[in-house]
């Protein structure tokens, strides 16, 4: 009796060590799962960006402001014009474009002191007077909420990045304090993008931005110059140092060889609330006659729909001639004889100012990053005046 008394002991004992041990295998694997929920949930996932750890988050959702798209819903992919006006035919090339994301802007405000890039680019291109910076990189500016924004670093994206659209991180920034910033990222001026995430350090808050100060968006349509060829980097184009300076939403329809106004665009833009719009149609209308025959309708398109919009009505900046000149400048004359006063009309033989001629273009007709300092510090002013007439007429109304 008392050997199987012991014998029991002993068999309880071992029994008792059995569930200890599962139980302590159990307890480890839970605390396992517990501790490292990136192999539950990729989001939880810390990356490490050049000696940086930071969670990333899509940057094309909320609360992120994704800025430049004006036709786009929530999800859907960055492009710059109507599915019903690309899917017409006599707008193909026009439609492939759309794709490069020219004007368009992330923006958002996070305290965190670690902030990366994690991109993929689509439809890009190589170029060999614009630099890969300027076609397919990225800008990123920052400044205290509510203030002005100042550069921060341009994105250059590698070799493989536009050959491979393979999915590249980077290293935006490493700073001391934790507090809150807002961040501005422009994005390529030649190239699509089909992923876009911002990595910040774990804990920190990510909020919308502040509201511009121009509440409704400055929209420019025209060439390739308009477009931003051929800037070094996106915010270099003259339409984004505009932008920036009023601090208003940019929405840039250039579309490089292929601006030939359409009536089409002119409905799509007509159907947009804006504070003004730059008119900047020239250099791709094929002959003078065709610019004759397109340039007012277009205009007035536009002005049926909003008789008190601003608009700015350029003439190219480069390999002028008087005949086109004088066209376009025709529109802008009529519409003052019928007593329009919120239309404006600069030559663009004035755009580069008395600078030497061989300085502010890379190839003779597309401006470089000078020349498009250029061209903005000429029509800021004027884009100036036209929004506080256009705001006092406002306050009287």
Not at 164 to 191: C, D, H, N
Not at 348 to 367: M, N
């Amino acid at each position: 009796m008392q050997q199987f008394r012991a014998a029991n002991k002993r068999l309880h004992m071992k029994t008792l060590k059995t569930f200890y041990i599962l139980g302590a295998l159990l307890l480890a694997t839970t605390m396992r799962g517990q501790a490292d929920m990136s192999k539950v949930d990729g989001n939880f996932k810390v990356e490490n960006v050049e000696g940086i750890g930071v969670l990333y988050y899509n940057a094309l959702e909320t609360p992120f402001s994704v800025e430049g798209f004006a036709w786009r819903k929530d999800g859907e992919k960055l492009y710059r014009i109507p599915k019903q006006t690309a899917s017409n035919p006599n707008l193909k090339n026009v439609a492939g474009l759309a794709n490069h994301t020219a004007g368009g802007a992330v923006r958002f405000q996070t305290d965190s002191r670690n902030i990366a890039l994690r991109y993929k680019l689509k439809d890009t291109t190589d170029m060999p007077h614009m630099t890969r910076s300027g076609a397919c990189g990225f800008d990123v500016f920052i400044s205290p909420p509510g203030d002005q924004d100042s550069y921060l670093k341009t994105v250059h994206p590698p070799r493989r990045a536009i050959s491979e659209y393979s999915k590249e991180q980077v290293k935006i920034a490493q700073f001391q304090q934790r507090r809150m910033r807002q961040f501005t990222i422009w994005l390529p001026l030649y190239g699509g993008v089909e992923s876009l995430e911002v990595g910040i350090e774990k804990g920190a808050k990510i909020l919308a931005p502040m509201p511009h100060k121009i509440k409704k968006p400055v929209l420019f349509y025209g060439s390739s110059i308009t477009q931003g060829g051929c800037a070094s980097r996106p915010a270099n184009a003259y339409t984004t140092m505009l932008c920036r300076e009023l601090d208003a939403e940019q929405i840039n329809l250039g579309f490089s060889g292929n601006a030939k106004g359409e009536i089409e665009i002119a409905r799509d833009i007509a159907s947009l609330n804006l504070a003004a719009f730059v008119f900047d149609y020239d250099y791709n209308a094929p002959t003078p006659e065709h610019l004759e025959k397109t340039h007012e309708p277009f205009f007035l398109e536009i002005r049926k729909k909003h008789p008190n919009l601003p608009i700015i009505i350029l003439s190219r900046c480069s390999n002028m001639t008087d005949r086109r000149r004088d066209i376009v400048k025709q529109t802008y004359l009529n519409a003052v004889a019928r007593g329009d006063k919120n239309v404006s009309f600069i030559d663009g033989a004035e755009l580069f100012g008395t600078t030497d001629k061989k300085y502010p273009t890379v190839d003779g007709c597309h401006p470089n990053d000078l020349g498009f300092y250029l061209m903005f510090q000429r029509i800021l002013p004027t884009l100036k005046e036209t929004l506080i007439n256009d705001s006092q007429n406002a306050s009287k109304n």
